[in-house]
């Protein structure tokens, strides 16, 4: 399956999600349509998922491993946990506030059913673009670097088209006509290196700021880069060099420029391991030495005697043609033998390698049963000795049969290619023959203007070629520095050889010559490459053998035990030059050596330091006492008087803290083996989990329920046999873990009991039987999970290993947003019963305040039914609002006008009030009455929501307010839950106040950063990166407009309208 596919599905996914979330006024049929679609989603992240699982099994298969297969299976887990989990979720949300509209088309348990369907769907799309910028990501870093390799590569063409110019006998004033062209040509490719390489760093800045807060720092890395090793500005240089015809100069940056590309193009290429990265170049390095072996062939056969010959062009055009016809045989013939002998040679050299290595192989594990077998007399282990005795008998049969088959198949070999080669070369002589009679009969009558002959241009050819492969030589050795030092070092002594069979090659003197100084540089070139051929397959021979595992704090111990065994060789050294100073009686040269004394110490004191922050106490110790001698010394020294016992003494003391750091080098490097084997036992334990969660629920649907019938006997066979699989597969990993963690044996032992039990239950038809011990064997293989994380947790730390996300406190910081979650979905219930409580009341208060309106515009002579009327009308609106608090206040002034309106004081009070009206009293009463209700509504509604989000406010705050909780959890979930700390904040300010509106608008914002939080979350519990402001920008831009828009816009130009 093609990534392209994925992608298209991941998008097809996201825009089917976004459409999903426009829930109206949330008819009965809407939400059917909702939840047919949301299931829809659900099926096709399922799909998606198992066309993930067949990549990482092709992956599997072919023995790929690396950043990309890390990527997808993290992808693969999101996806996982949302179409089981939360997509499952929200069908039921969707479902049951389906069910509740059915029975009340304005239900307030429906709507906060669909509120906390919406915000699930935020935190699925919030999920799901994070695996689409991920994929985005690793796709646009692959062509990015492929894009700066080619670059590096046409880099390098135009490199060497200036170097062989600039070799040749170019003289910048006055170039010939093909220089001038070839001088153009290069120009013109410089400038659109220089354009292309612009771009290229554009695109960079932009995939670089689109993973910021990545733990995938590729691209500032090679931005970074970039800028150091000042690429634009060297690349811009070549142009004017080239301009200005300076070609040594240009060549210069050329290098410079094409050497950074590639280093780029290797910083944006996927993480490799440095047995990857040696495997890499062995490939290389057998490909230089094809192609110098084809160089030194091709040298051996230059000869003079083709050197002269005569211009054809001077020959009549009829022979011209002729000898064109003849030529093009001969050269037909000789690219016939060419080609065939080349396929020959090479088909021989792969069998012949194959035959080498088989015969290493053989010959490498004889010594290794050897080895072992020595070992084993040693402990007098007869069942050990006679066991290796009999696998040693076995190699060496082996050995014997495959030099055997080698001696037969090397003799099969050479008389096939001699065979071949004898009429090959029948062939071309043929040919040949014909031209030279042709070309003798026409040299007869047209003898001047000699060429250069063919061996000429062909040694000019091949001293290009050699060039060319002396740069790349020199560049690979480059990349080996840091993996393999001194693997590094013996390519590089193939370089000068290679430089000066160039400069051979091109001298002014004949070919013959030309070949003698040649050929041994080139040969002697080959054996320092063969030498670093084998010496770097020996490094990746024992890299596979023993698993390495980078640690930063091994380096730095490294590092000190080098920099104490030099401070020893100082020591050393300006002990015997002081002794033999005081041999000499030189009283003035051992008080100069106070000074270097005093430099020594200086060092010490350096390293002791060190050793102290490292937390190696005893070697700090000895390198104090070091310290304390040279002092001692140098000052003996100062006054004339050599110290040799001081020297001495200090000498010792550093031989006791390179002890010291030895033992504590190689107890790291136990414990970093150890951590390889958690991490194994670790990523063999999660798929086991993942299958026994899958059987649970298998089990769980194929228990009978009331009125079903009995379960399916083959179905419950099928369930037993996967458990007795998953049974075997626990028991194996339980021996394989007890060496490494008793704890995780155990349970992993405790797990495999239960599993059999289940797979009995299962095979007897009782799956009801079966699940109890299936949950608690699923609970024991988690408790043997976190085991072996916490170990490997501890290991890291102790290995100076940071890392990013601690498992623990995600998981915390997932159960407190899980638990918050469900407060404010308790909180919105509440709020949305008194959102529709309060809607009636509006209603209601809105008949009353156009009744009272009414008798006002009847009875304009009376003030206070006019304040009556205001004050009502405004309570109406308050209340459409959701602001209790105000409507409250509003029908206080009401109560207070109406009751002024009613005074028997008031003259001619009532006059004019038509019938049916209403009375004043009567007005008041019914106020009195909504009054009574909205007090009821402000006190146990509204106000009562403020619990609830109190509670989920309560369950972040160790989260936001805990240093070392923070700092394990991604930026991006930090930022949301502060963002939902502030919401809930106001939420139940509001709600205290009865402002439900307000209140309501909150508990979305609210709710919708904790599902970003909890999507940041899982998505660092799946090991996926985060890019910045992706979650901060989701979440502010549409909680504010789907939650606060809503909720105030529609209620206030409602009001208003009819008001």
């Known amino acids: 399956m093609k990534l392209q596919s994925i992608h298209h599905l991941f998008v097809a996914l996201i825009l089917s999600l976004l459409l999903t979330n426009s829930f109206g006024a949330f008819p009965q049929n809407s939400l059917l349509n909702q939840e047919r679609k949301q299931q829809r989603i659900k099926d096709s992240t399922e799909r998606t998922g198992e066309q993930l699982d067949s990549l990482i099994d092709e992956f599997n298969r072919n023995g790929l491993a690396g950043s990309d297969l890390e990527v997808i299976k993290a992808i693969r887990t999101v996806l996982g946990n949302l179409s089981k989990e ?272 088989q015969e290493k192989i053989f010959e490498n594990e004889i010594e290794k049963k050897k080895s072992q077998l020595t070992d084993a007399k040693e402990t007098n282990n007869d069942a050990l000795i006679k066991n290796l005795e009999n696998q040693l008998k076995q190699r060496e049969r082996q050995l014997e049969r495959a030099e055997q088959n080698k001696e037969r198949r090397t003799k099969q070999l050479a008389a096939e290619l001699e065979r071949e080669n004898k009429v090959l070369n029948s062939r071309v002589e043929q040919a040949t023959k014909r031209l030279e009679q042709a070309f003798d009969q026409a040299s007869k009558q047209y003898v001047e203007n000699r060429l250069r002959t063919e061996a000429e241009n062909k040694s000019l050819e091949l001293a290009k070629k050699q060039g060319e492969l002396a740069d790349l030589t020199d560049f690979l050795a480059d990349e080996l520095s840091e993996v393999a030092p001194s693997i590094s070092e013996a390519i590089k002594k193939s370089t000068p050889e290679m430089q000066a069979a160039r400069d051979a090659l091109k001298e002014n003197s004949s070919i013959d010559e030309r070949r003698d100084k040649a050929l041994p540089r080139e040969v002697t070139a080959l054996e320092n490459l063969d030498e670093a051929r084998n010496a770097l397959i ?49 009283i003035e040269k051992i008080q100069e050596k106070s000074a270097d ?286 602001d209790l608090k105000g409507a409250l206040e509003q029908m206080e002034n009401a109560q207070n006008a109406l009751s002024e309106a009613q005074d028997p004081s008031g003259e001619g009070q009532g006059e004019g009030q038509g019938e049916g009206q209403g009375t004043p009293n009567e007005f008041q009463d019914e106020q009195r009455a909504i009054q009574e209700l909205t007090e009821q509504l402000a006190n146990a509604g509204v106000s009562a929501a403020s619990a609830p989000l109190g509670q989920a406010s309560d369950a972040i705050s160790p989260i936001t307010n805990n240093a070392q909780s923070s700092n394990a959890l991604p930026p991006s979930a930090l930022s949301a839950l502060s963002q939902a700390q502030g919401a809930l904040g106001e939420a139940q300010n509001s709600a205290s106040s009865g402002q439900g509106s307000p209140a309501q608008g909150s508990s979305e914002q609210a709710a919708a950063s904790l599902s970003e939080a909890a999507a940041a979350v899982a998505l660092a519990q799946a090991g996926l990166g985060e890019g910045q402001g992706e979650g901060q920008g989701e979440g502010q831009g549409e909680g504010q407009g789907e939650g606060q828009g809503e909720g105030q816009g529609e209620g206030q130009g409602e009001g208003q309208g009819e008001g």
């Open 86 to 357: 939360q997509m499952k979720e929200i069908v039921g949300l969707l479902n049951g506030a389906r069910e509740d509209t059915l029975q009340d088309i304005n239900s307030p348990a429906a709507s906060a059913k669909i509120l906390t369907a919406f915000a699930g769907q935020k935190g699925v799309i919030v999920q799901l673009r994070r695996i689409l910028l991920e994929y985005q990501s690793q796709v646009a870093l692959f062509d990015l670097a492929r894009f700066v390799k080619e670059l590096g590569d046409r880099q390098t063409s135009n490199l060497h088209e200036a170097i062989t110019l600039s070799s040749s006998n170019f003289v910048p004033g006055s170039p010939t006509r093909s220089e001038e062209i070839s001088i153009q040509l290069q120009y013109t490719e410089q400038e659109a290196l220089a354009g292309e390489v612009s771009s290229i760093l554009k695109r960079l800045s932009q995939i670089a700021e689109m993973t910021k807060g990545s733990p995938d720092q590729r691209p500032n890395k090679a931005q970074q880069h970039a800028s150091d090793s000042r690429l634009s500005e060297n690349i811009l240089k070549a142009i004017d060099e080239i301009k200005g015809k300076r070609l040594m100069s240009a060549v210069s940056f050329e290098k410079t420029s094409r050497d950074s590309l590639w280093k780029m193009a290797k910083i944006l290429e996927a993480e490799k391991g440095e047995l990857e990265q040696m495997v890499e170049a062995l490939e290389k390095l057998e490909n230089i030495i094809d192609k110098e072996t084809e160089i030194r062939k091709s040298t051996e056969k230059l000869s003079e005697k083709n050197q002269e010959k005569l211009e054809k062009e001077k020959f009549p055009e009829h022979i011209r043609r002729r000898i064109d016809q003849l030529e093009k045989a001969v050269k037909f013939r000789e690219f016939e033998r060419g080609e065939r002998m080349e396929e020959l040679e090479e088909m021989e050299k792969i069998e012949q390698n194959a035959l080498d290595s």
């Open 597 to 882: 004394q005093a430099e020594i110490e200086g060092k010490t004191a350096e390293a002791t330091s060190t050793a102290s922050e490292q937390e190696l106490t005893e070697a700090a110790a000895s390198l104090a006492e070091a310290m304390a001698a040279m002092a001692e010394a140098g000052a003996d020294l100062a006054a004339g008087e050599n110290s040799p016992d001081a020297q001495q003494n200090a000498i010792n003391k550093l031989a006791d803290a390179e002890e010291a750091i030895s033992e504590e080098i190689e107890k790291l490097k136990d414990a970093a083996q150890e951590l390889a084997n958690l991490n194994d036992l670790i990523e063999k334990l999660e798929p086991i989990i993942e299958e026994q969660k899958d059987l649970n629920e298998s089990t769980a649907e194929s228990i009978p329920q009331d009125g079903e019938d009995k379960i399916n006997t083959e179905d419950s066979n099928q369930l037993a046999d996967a458990q007795k699989d998953l049974q075997e597969q626990t028991n194996e990993l339980a021996k394989e873990a007890s060496s490494t963690s008793e704890k995780a044996s155990n349970e992993l032992s405790e797990a495999s009991d239960k599993q059999s039990t289940a797979s009995d239950d299962l095979a007897s038809g009782e799956p009801a039987s079966a699940a109890p011990d299936q949950s608690a064997a699923l609970n024991d293989l988690n408790e043997a999970k976190a085991a072996l994380e916490k170990q490997a947790s501890e290991l890291a730390e102790a290995l100076g290993q940071e890392s990013i996300n601690d498992p623990s406190a995600l998981s915390e910081a997932a159960a407190a947003i899980a638990e918050a979650q469900a407060s404010v979905s308790e909180a919105q219930e509440q709020l949305a019963a008194a959102e529709s409580a309060a809607n009636e009341l509006a209603e209601r208060q809105k008949i009353l305040a156009e009744a009272v309106g009414e008798a006002s515009t009847n009875s304009p002579v009376d003030p206070a039914l006019a304040q009556a009327a205001i004050a009502t009308e405004i309570a109406a609106k308050e209340l459409s609002f959701g």
């Open 538 to 586: 020996d490094k990746i021979s024992e890299s596979e053998a023993i698993a390495e595992v980078p640690s930063e704090k091994i380096q730095e111990l490294e590092d000190l035990l080098a920099e104490v065994k030099e401070i020893r060789k100082e020591e050393e050294e300006l002990k015997s030059i002081t002794k033999e100073a005081a041999d000499n009686t030189n």
